[in-house]
């Protein structure tokens, strides 16, 4: 897994181009450009990093405006250390629809169909959810 630092959001865009990390580690909230612009901007590239948000906050509308920006999960900034390497470690693991589809030796269009069925049986809008409440369960 390949990982970069920077403690600017307006270095975070040429970090990336420069040391290409599998995954960011975004602060929600620093100086400079809000988190939010930031993952959407990271996201247009055409190899993107998968983004991970840390925050101190868990407000619903914060957590659904980085989802929609293409956030894949989120940590807490009081979280111990060792859960956010392993938070890090399972979304740079993560795979997508097309993915899924060549391990599982099926149409990606099927995996879209289950996993649509999924979010309505369970009743959540993403992936991130499902984790929550399988993290939730196992607790």
């Given at each position: 897994?390949?990982a ?5 959001r ?12 599998d995954?960011v580690?975004m602060d929600?909230?620093?100086?400079g450009r809000?988190g939010?612009?930031t993952t ?18 868990d ?5 659904l405006?980085?989802?929609?920006a293409?956030?894949?999960?989120f ?6 250390p060792?859960?956010i ?20 030796h ?10 649509g ?23």
């Amino acid at each position: 897994m390949r990982a970069g630092a920077t403690s600017r959001r307006s270095r975070s865009p040429p970090v990336v181009e420069e040391q290409q990390p599998d995954v960011v580690l975004m602060d929600i909230r620093m100086p400079g450009r809000d988190g939010l612009s930031t993952t959407r901007e990271l996201l247009t590239r055409p190899t993107p990093p998968r983004v991970l948000m840390l925050t101190t906050f868990d407000s619903d509308d914060l957590v659904l405006g980085a989802l929609r920006a293409g956030v894949l999960g989120f940590v807490l900034k009081d979280t111990p250390p060792a859960r956010i390497l392993d938070a890090v470690r399972t979304v740079a693991d993560g795979l997508g629809n097309p993915e899924i589809a060549e391990r599982l030796h099926i149409g990606i269009a099927t995996v879209k169909a289950h996993t649509g069925n999924l979010f309505a049986k369970l009743t959540v809008e993403n992936r991130v959810q499902i984790a929550l409440l399988v993290r939730d369960a196992e607790e």
